[in-house]
């Protein structure tokens, strides 16, 4: 039998790596999708050495449209279907609302939203007929938490709202696939070593923080293939995050927003501090 094909976006860096080694290690092979083939081509013969499974790799620019159905198409130009889809390719939009172009926020949207939404609808009528698929949605735990400015300056105005829109796609596919063997997760992670902070500028903020802030790529990845075995719609890795969750469902929303303007207060001016120093 054929193995299974799992189509990951993001794979050649961070989470998305991460979730390949994963897939790879259940025995699945993998369609390896980003802008960096070479890593790409690298992780692929990585993963024939240690797994023994196939790679297809497809070089894309996920913020331009057109690229999801071309990315579909190749799979199948090549006799394969999608089993299992990772929507993991992103980068934050640095800046306040009032210091960005349109032009960016549209190519945010595409490449956070859109591109997500299009490969989901592409792929679901075919897992629905063959009555398997696996679709993880990667989140974020802004999408659960109150609004932290000090957040949203490096990964941008849009990112907690757009992140929760991936989990509420989730839960409704979930929803409209009960009783067949189609499963969605949103895996909600806070902050994950990965390149995500040296691409949005906040690497010198993140290295700050207590070591119990951070998750491993790995500890995602393990987390978010347990929750969508389990047909669990959302799932938040890590017993730090855990509890902050879970803190801000009990806690009065005032106290809750308080709470994350505090932190948020603190990590601008740990950032102001290192500019001022170094002017
Ligand atoms: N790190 C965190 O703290 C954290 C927390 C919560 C959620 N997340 C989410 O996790 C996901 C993965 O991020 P990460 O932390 O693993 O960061 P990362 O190490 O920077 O990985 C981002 C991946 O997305 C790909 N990518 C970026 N722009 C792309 C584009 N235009 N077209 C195609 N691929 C593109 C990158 O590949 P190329 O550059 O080769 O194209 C890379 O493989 C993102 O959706 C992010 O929002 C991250």
Same mark, same amino acid.
């Given at each position: 039998?054929?193995?299974?094909?799992?189509?990951?976006?993001?794979?050649?860096?961070?989470?998305?790596?991460?979730?390949?080694?994963?897939?790879?290690?259940?025995?699945?092979d993998l369609a390896l999708v980003a802008r960096r083939e070479?890593?790409?081509?690298?992780?692929?013969?990585?993963?024939?050495?240690?797994?023994?499974?196939?790679?297809?790799?497809?070089?894309?620019?996920?913020?331009?449209?057109?690229?999801?159905?071309?990315?579909?198409?190749?799979?199948?130009?090549?006799?394969?279907?999608?089993?299992?889809?990772?929507?993991?390719?992103?980068?934050?939009?640095?800046?306040?609302?009032?210091?960005?172009?349109?032009?960016?926020?549209?190519?945010?949207?595409?490449?956070?939203?859109?591109?997500?939404?299009?490969?989901?609808?592409? #792929?679901? &009528? *075919?897992?629905?007929?063959?009555? !398997?698929?696996?679709?993880?949605?990667?989140?974020?735990?802004?999408?659960? @938490? /109150?609004?932290?400015?000090?957040?949203?300056?490096?990964?941008?105005?849009?990112?907690?709202?757009?992140?929760?829109?991936?989990?509420?796609?989730?839960?409704?596919?979930?929803?409209?696939?009960?009783?067949?063997?189609?499963?969605?997760?949103? #895996?909600? &992670? *806070?902050?994950?070593?990965?390149? !995500?902070?040296?691409?949005?500028?906040?690497?010198?903020?993140?290295?700050? @923080? /207590?070591?119990?802030?951070?998750?491993?790529?790995?500890?995602?990845?393990?987390?978010?293939?347990?929750?969508?075995?389990?047909?669990?719609?959302?799932?938040?890795?890590?017993?730090?995050?855990?509890?902050?969750?879970?803190?801000?469902?009990?806690?009065?929303?005032?106290?809750?927003?308080?709470?994350?303007?505090?932190?948020?207060?603190?990590?601008?001016?740990?950032?102001?501090?290192?500019?001022?120093?170094?002017?």
């Amino acid at each position: 039998m054929a193995r299974k094909l799992v189509l990951i976006t993001g794979a050649s860096s961070g989470i998305g790596e991460a979730m390949a080694r994963v897939f790879a290690k259940k025995g699945w092979d993998l369609a390896l999708v980003a802008r960096r083939e070479d890593r790409l081509k690298a992780l692929a013969e990585e993963m024939k050495a240690q797994n023994g499974v196939d790679s297809l790799i497809i070089a894309a620019d996920l913020a331009k449209p057109g690229e999801p159905e071309r990315i579909v198409a190749e799979i199948e130009k090549a006799g394969r279907h999608v089993d299992g889809l990772v929507n993991n390719a992103g980068a934050g939009q640095p800046g306040y609302f009032t210091e960005t172009g349109w032009a960016d926020q549209e190519r945010f949207l595409q490449l956070m939203v859109t591109a997500y939404l299009q490969l989901i609808h592409l #792929v679901l &009528p *075919g897992m629905e007929e063959r009555n !398997f698929g696996r679709i993880i949605n990667v989140s974020s735990v802004s999408a659960l @938490l /109150p609004i932290a400015t000090g957040h949203t300056r490096f990964s941008g105005t849009i990112y907690p709202g757009a992140k929760s829109l991936l989990i509420k796609v989730a839960q409704a596919i979930k929803a409209e696939m009960t009783g067949k063997n189609v499963h969605a997760t949103a #895996v909600c &992670p *806070g902050y994950t070593w990965s390149e !995500f902070h040296d691409v949005n500028g906040a690497r010198k903020s993140i290295s700050q @923080l /207590p070591s119990y802030w951070m998750l491993t790529a790995e500890e995602v990845a393990v987390s978010a293939y347990d929750a969508v075995e389990r047909n669990v719609a959302c799932r938040v890795p890590g017993a730090w995050y855990k509890f902050m969750t879970a803190m801000m469902r009990i806690l009065p929303d005032p106290v809750g927003e308080w709470l994350i303007a505090q932190q948020s207060r603190r990590s601008l001016q740990r950032a102001q501090a290192r500019k001022a120093s170094a002017e």
